[in-house]
């Protein structure tokens, strides 16, 4: 899935990624989360625009299971060019969470973020101060 994002390949992931109707994110940019995801044509093609030649591999820290919940911590080591940046590392500390809805998992959280290196406490406040 991560992959298929990276390299901006929108339709490919949203096939094999199974999003929840009362789905969160938590993006990595920071801000409130969102609910629920646009799943149309035009979305999926904005985000391909977005983001390009791009790749990633998974580091799993932890996971967690029930019969009907999922949760898996994660490392996405990934670089791609992001909403025009030139290619970088963007690697990001992930969480999702699946529920079982009949046969199928399906993610219902998503919760991203950059801090895959130490940033210090003077970095970190500041970033909590909007800074």
């Known amino acids: 899935q991560a992959q298929a994002f990276n390299s901006g390949d929108m339709v490919r992931w949203h096939k094999m990624t199974r999003l929840s109707d009362d789905f969160t994110l938590m993006q990595p ?3 409130p989360a969102s609910h629920g ?10 985000l391909a625009r977005s983001f390009r030649n791009g790749d990633a591999k998974l580091e799993m820290v932890a996971s967690y299971a029930s ?5 898996l911590a994660f490392v996405e080591r990934q670089h791609g060019e992001v909403y025009g940046l030139p290619d970088q590392d963007w690697s990001l500390r992930v969480t999702q969470v699946y529920r079982r809805e009949g ?10 973020d950059p801090l895959v290196r130490p940033i210090g406490l003077d970095r970190a406040a500041a970033l909590a101060r909007g800074e």
Do not use: E
Not at 37 to 46: C, E, I, R, V, Y
Not at 67 to 71: A, E, G, I, P, S
Not at 103 to 112: C, D, F, K, P, T
């Open 103 to 112: 046969s199928y998992w399906q993610l219902v959280h998503r919760h991203a």
């Open 67 to 71: 019969n009907d919940l999922v949760v």
């Open 37 to 46: 995801f646009d799943g149309s044509a035009a979305h999926l093609a904005k």
């Open 29 to 31: 940019f920071g801000g």
